[in-house]
């Protein structure tokens, strides 16, 4: 399998919303009648309900820098593990439980949690793809030979071009899913290989969870009500904050009379594309940090950006992500005393040195993204 630095990681948080994209229907064929029905209608209860484990191709057809492989593991309804080797060596994986996901670096032992879902949004949306093609008797299927073994092929439209997925005849698991784009622009296709059933409880206790004994960063999947009630206290006071810290020289003043919390610096300019998708406020220790998330759906790229104030926190990042000069740049913030780290591997350090030098401070921005983030945190 491809290392890790091969592996497009960001890749999977984008994948949904290029699927969203793909899966409007529009343009109906042939009806599917009778048992033929029964068969589609059972596929689509054993894509949702099965435990497997499967070598896994996630791609984004026409652009073959855009892929990610890995050994894929699920137990419906929420449960994924997505694992990197480098050799026979597993180097890190990727965790999913229906509320975070989390990146698991075990040369390290360290876990990074993230709130939102990256692999079982693509699963649903296939799911829904195929069952409304069915619903509207919009879908084809045929029984064929794939690589040696019988095959059911469901084949419909989605938008103006078609998609396909082809499901092993014996254990009716998926094999492929492919959903095409217009010309000049992106498909989608899921590929699995070696793919092995998994009884109900097959997988051991914890497999998918972090070992308790690395070091987590980022929010934990349960927020303790003490850390609740901060959070509201934090999200009250951002009105306060608003109107506190409007200039650098500002914040300075705030630093040596200790009002509040600080307000992170946003860029006030970005590459072709990309817009601020969330302004998330952690705290670990008692200490705060911020998680700005920079993306850009089109080209599927991503840029991470911390912000915090402690020493701490920035010698943590800098042995959790190595320093190789196109994906890590770690600066001061002028005489802030906030240290600002951008983390990614689609952007060269010049353009990560871009963002970099347009950061300042917009309370108005960062209050409406800070609330919008902890109202979403706080509901769960």
């Known amino acids: 399998m491809k290392s890790l630095r091969a592996m497009k990681e960001n890749w999977l948080k984008l994948l949904p919303a290029a699927l969203f994209a793909l899966l409007v229907f529009v343009q109906p064929v042939a009806a599917i009648t009778g048992e033929a029905t029964e068969t589609a209608e059972r596929l689509l209860r054993t894509l949702m309900e099965s435990s497997f484990k499967a070598d896994v191709v996630f791609k984004v057809v026409g652009k073959e820098s855009e892929s990610l492989t890995g050994r894929l593991y699920r137990q ?44 079982s949004p693509i699963f649903i949306l296939i799911a829904s793809c195929l069952g409304r093609a069915v619903q509207e008797k919009q879908l084809v299927l045929t029984e064929e030979y794939r690589q040696g073994r019988a095959s059911y092929v469901l084949s419909g ?30 498909g989608f296709k899921v590929v699995l290989s070696n793919v092995e059933a998994v009884a109900p409880g097959g997988f051991a206790l914890g497999f998918f969870a972090a070992p308790s004994d690395f070091q987590v960063f ?30 650098l020289d500002e914040f300075r003043d705030m630093e040596e009379t200790g009002t509040g919390d600080f307000l992170p610096a ?34 599927v790229q991503l840029v991470s950006v911390f912000e915090t104030r402690h020493e701490g926190f920035r010698k943590e990042f800098q042995k959790t992500w190595r320093k190789d000069g196109k994906r890590f740049l770690d600066l001061p913030l002028g005489e802030t005393g906030i240290y600002v780290i951008l983390i990614s591997e689609d952007l060269t350090e010049e353009e990560l040195r871009a963002i970099y030098d347009s950061m300042e401070f917009q309370p108005d921005v960062a209050v409406q993204l800070i609330d919008k983030a902890l109202t979403s945190i706080l509901s769960e």
């Open 76 to 119: 419906p309804p929420n449960h994924f593990r997505l694992e990197y080797y480098e050799g026979e060596e597993l180097i890190g994986y990727y965790l999913e439980d229906g509320r975070t996901s989390t990146r698991v670096f075990p040369r390290e032992r360290r876990a990074l949690v993230m709130r939102g879902r990256r692999l």
């Open 157 to 186: 439209f989605a938008g103006v071009k078609g998609f396909s997925a082809v499901f092993d005849a014996e254990d009716e698991l998926l094999r492929v899913f492919t959903a095409e784009g217009q010309k000049g622009e992106l």
């Open 218 to 247: 980022g929010p934990a999947a349960q927020i303790a009500e003490g850390e609740r009630e901060r959070l509201r206290i934090f999200q009250r006071r951002l009105p306060q904050q608003r109107h506190h810290q409007k200039s």
């Open 266 to 299: 946003l860029p006030s300019q970005l590459p072709e594309g990309f817009v601020i998708e969330s302004v998330t406020p952690l705290y670990f220790s008692g200490r705060l940090l911020y998680h700005i998330e920079l993306i850009n759906v089109a080209d």
